[in-house]
């Protein structure tokens, strides 16, 4: 189902003010910025096909930005494909900078810090689309975002028009064939980064180290108080340097432990043999010290609360 909004009823003196709101009832939570002294004007059109959101958007200059903060306030696990569709954009993710002219797109993850930077009226075509859709198409994710992909390039114009059928179309498949559609754009997209990407500059050495860091995180998972400072301690690295090899990697130090704990506790709780179990201590089992902390993660993980996790596994307990 289509939502929508507007300024255009709005008085202007307000208008920015309800701008923050409908960026963050569209999309997640955000912190634009104002620029400029001429009059505030936006509008969002939002729907969605299968596990993708869609959303058109329209609007005036300004900055837009997502920290930890608002990160740790809607950790929701997806890649934002945006397609310049009018003006100038530019998208800022682990220290790269793309500039996008009509026609062309870039993607960024929402579970890292990035910026959006509009320097006067602009228009967007933006997709959604969840990590298990896109990541395992794309060999180091984090290489991947915010790179330029150009409309006049061959990848980038098969995808850019993909994206604007699906758009166009977005109500009418349902099922079997919005997923197929999804991921058939999930593959177009994929494609297309992969061939404006840089290769990741990771050597041998570095490589080993990110090997042990990650060998040394999953053998302390349980530990509720994990650091990279004692991870870092244990394989004879600065912390600093730690942090270096994750950015690389193209995902934090936490974001990454979280990753692997939600992911060991999907596990056990689809574990018949550990039904038995109360949900909690499945969390506590994986270093999570906050139930409620945990079940919002697990939530934004998986599209689903631990309990109804579990009771769809097959053979689950009931």
């Given amino acids: 189902m289509e939502r ?27 912190r634009p910025e104002r620029r400029g002294d001429e009059a505030f004007a936006g509008s969002v059109r939002s729907t969605t096909l299968g596990p993708m959101g869609i959303s058109a958007i329209a609007s005036r200059a300004q900055r837009v930005l997502r920290s930890e903060r608002e990160i740790d306030a809607s950790p929701e696990a997806s890649f934002y494909v945006t397609l310049q569709l009018e003006g100038t954009g530019a998208v800022h993710q682990g220290g790269r900078e793309a500039h996008l002219r009509p026609g062309d797109f870039a993607l ?39 790179v330029r992909v150009a409309g006049d390039g061959r990848a980038g114009h098969v995808a850019a028009s993909c994206m604007h059928a699906v758009a166009r179309c977005a109500d009418e498949p349902d099922g079997d064939a919005a997923a197929a559609l999804v991921e058939h754009l999930a593959g177009l997209v994929a494609l297309a980064v992969r061939g404006a990407a840089p290769p990741p500059a990771t050597s041998p050495g570095t490589a080993a180290l990110l090997h042990l860091a990650l060998d040394d995180i999953e053998r302390h998972l349980p530990d509720p108080s994990l650091t990279p400072t004692a991870v870092a301690a244990r394989i004879s690295i600065s912390t600093r340097y730690l942090h270096k090899l994750f950015a690389a990697h193209g995902v934090t130090f936490g974001r990454w432990v979280l990753r692997r704990r939600l992911e060991a506790c ?26 409620a902390h945990f079940s919002r993660a697990f939530r934004a993980r998986f599209d689903r609360s631990p309990r109804e996790h579990r009771t769809a596994a097959p053979g689950a307990w009931r």
Wanted: proline letters at 8%; hydrophobic letters at 50%; charged letters at 20%.
């Fill in 4 to 30: 929508s909004w507007s300024t255009r009823a709005v008085p202007e003196r307000e208008r920015f003010a309800y701008w923050r709101e409908v960026v963050c009832a569209a999309f997640l939570d955000l």
């Fill in 108 to 146: 960024f993850d929402v579970l890292r810090p990035y910026e959006l930077a509009f320097e006067g009226t602009f228009a967007q075509l933006c997709l959604a689309l969840p990590h298990a859709v896109l990541g395992p198409r794309l060999p180091a994710p984090g290489a991947a975002c915010a």
């Fill in 266 to 291: 999907a596990r056990d709780l689809a574990d018949p043999s550990l039904s038995h179990w109360r949900i909690a201590d499945v969390a506590m089992r994986w270093g999570f010290a906050d139930a």
